[in-house]
């Protein structure tokens, strides 16, 4: 079945370290995108990319990173930078990059702490 | 820049009440927009979508309504379930931007015996 592996699926950290967190699709979707969830807020748009080699910031880019070296794999790297990186973090795919009216596909998320 | 509006929960129903969750939103072109749901641990799943004005998506007994001229996408089920508690976001995706949605906050639907 296609779909979005997030793994793993809860994630323990110390503070000052980094962590990376994983997300592969087999979707053959060309747009993939981070989010952040934390209560009361919604969700919150970290970084996206359209294709492969690029990658845009979105609203809360600050503390992290990403990159996309494989169609299938956008991994998001959570830095020591980040003030308050305890959250729910979603990945998501969508076909595009010309595609407005396609549906995001997400992964089951992973759960951060940071203490 | 856009932005979607949600009604605050959460929203508490007996099972087999009437369910309308608000959505309205602001933005500068003719967006596509969604109705996605979300189970507690797990990430958010389709629910339904319009594209255009005055197009209705529907999916398992939910129904949303795309009005152009009062900005709003309001989720509608006539009969609840215990099943369908879950939290609810509405979203907006921009035409020609071809890449971000945008999310409203969420609305927590409770449904009880």
């Known amino acids: 079945d296609g779909g979005i592996t997030q793994s793993p699926k809860y994630l323990f950290r110390k503070e000052g370290q980094n962590v990376t967190l994983s997300c592969e699709q087999n979707?053959?979707?060309?747009?993939m995108y981070w989010y952040r969830q934390d209560p009361g807020q919604g969700l919150r748009l970290i970084y996206y990319?359209?294709?492969?080699?690029?990658?845009q910031k979105g609203d809360i880019a600050e503390g992290y990173s990403v990159s996309r070296e494989k169609k299938e794999s956008f991994p998001l790297t959570v830095t020591s930078a980040q003030k308050n990186p305890t959250a729910f973090y979603l990945c998501?795919?969508?076909?595009?990059?010309?595609?407005?009216?396609?549906?995001?596909?997400f992964g089951n998320g992973t759960r951060l702490t940071v203490t | 820049g856009d932005s979607v509006t949600q009604m605050e929960g959460p929203v508490t129903l007996s099972e087999e009440a009437f369910l309308t969750i608000n959505c309205t939103y602001t933005?500068?072109?003719?967006?596509?927009l969604f109705w996605y749901v979300q189970y507690p641990g797990e990430g958010l799943q389709l629910l339904l979508k319009?594209?255009?004005?005055?197009d209705k998506g529907s999916n398992k007994g939910f129904e949303a309504t795309y009005r152009k001229e009062t900005t709003s996408f309001h989720l509608e089920k006539g009969s609840v379930q215990v099943s369908d508690s879950a939290v609810y976001f509405c979203?907006?995706?921009?035409?020609?931007?071809?890449?971000?949605?945008?999310f409203g906050t969420g609305t927590r639907l409770q449904v009880t015996l």
């Open positions: 998501a795919s969508r076909e595009g990059p010309q595609v407005n009216n396609s549906p995001l596909h």
């Open positions: 979707l053959n979707h060309d747009a």
């Open positions: 990319s359209q294709i492969v080699n690029d990658f």
């Open positions: 933005a500068t072109g003719y967006p596509s």
């Open positions: 319009a594209t255009k004005a005055d």
């Open positions: 979203a907006l995706s921009e035409t020609g931007t071809a890449s971000k949605l945008t």
